[in-house]
């Protein structure tokens, strides 16, 4: 199926590896130019290197800075410049007891999680409103529906995004603008494979065999695993493209089933 975006450019913030990597690398084989992200210029430099190396003749393009600091967005989207495509993807998360969270890890998730996204959105989606034709993918997780108790920082910051793509898709009613969000379920992302090698390092364990523990705790998945990120980068890409104009204003889960929710 063509998704038609070959000509739409897309930004996606937190890009480097994992989820982001992926749906830059989904939409750069439909065609579309991408420009991916990340904090460090070494740690960009290497994604371009490896994703123009993965799909010769796409235009690749990367951006450095810390999208935690309004001044550094700022800087950053100036070199951008204009967009057709915004995905905020990037994220932090960690596994802390409540009562443990200090006020400063809770402002460190949030102004990751959260307000990269409202930084983000407030640079380019009034640009996409003036050209007539945009979207806005916003990657949460099932936590920000069923917050975790060993993670509440992190799943109150993803159900704020959920409320956040929720009111940004009012702004766009009777355009072909849209705004929508993807619940992603446990995911082998890069953060998560470092987490359960450091607890096989711990444990003396196989790292594969404290991954299907981990999979197998998780009773309410349907899948049954952690979820690869290109499965996440499929519904993003989809919902990024032209095909996708009648779904605004949506959370659409990718989830393997982990939510119990009929809708």
């Known amino acids: 199926m063509d998704l038609q975006v070959r000509g739409k450019r897309a930004f996606i913030s937190g890009s480097t590896r994992g989820i982001g990597y992926a749906v830059a690398r989904s939409l750069a084989a439909e065609g579309a130019a991408v420009v991916l992200h990340g904090r460090t210029p070494d740690g960009v430099r290497a994604a371009v290197r490896r994703l123009q190396e993965e799909r010769h003749g796409v ?26 495509v915004l995905v905020n993807n990037v994220g932090v998360f960690e596994v ?34 003036e050209r007539g034709w945009g979207r806005v993918v916003m990657v949460s997780s099932e936590s920000g529906v069923d917050v975790p108790a060993d993670m509440l920082h992190y799943g109150v910051s993803k159900a704020a995004v959920l409320a956040l793509s929720n009111g940004l898709a009012k702004l766009t009613r ?58 996440l980068a499929s519904l993003v890409t989809y919902l990024a493209s032209p095909l996708a104009s009648a779904t605004n204003g949506a959370a659409l889960r990718a989830d393997g089933g982990r939510l119990v929710q009929v809708l």
Not at 103 to 113: G, I, P, T
Not at 208 to 215: G, P, Q, R
């Open 59 to 84: 235009e690749v393009s990367g951006v450095a800075g810390d999208v935690a600091d309004d001044g550094q967005v700022g800087r950053l989207l100036e070199a951008v410049g204009d967009v057709d």
């Open 96 to 129: 802390k007891p409540f009562a443990a969270i200090t006020d400063e890890d809770w402002r460190s998730v949030l102004d990751v999680n959260l307000m990269s996204a409202v930084r983000l959105s407030r640079q380019l989606l009034p640009g996409m409103l």
């Open 174 to 231: 009777g355009t072909e603008v849209t705004v929508n969000t993807v619940l992603g379920g446990p995911t082998y992302s890069d953060g998560v494979a470092g987490a359960v090698r450091h607890v096989a390092e711990l444990q003396q364990l196989p790292e594969e065999d404290v991954k299907a523990a981990i999979a197998a705790g998780n009773t309410s998945s349907l899948v049954q695993r952690f979820l690869e990120p290109a499965e």
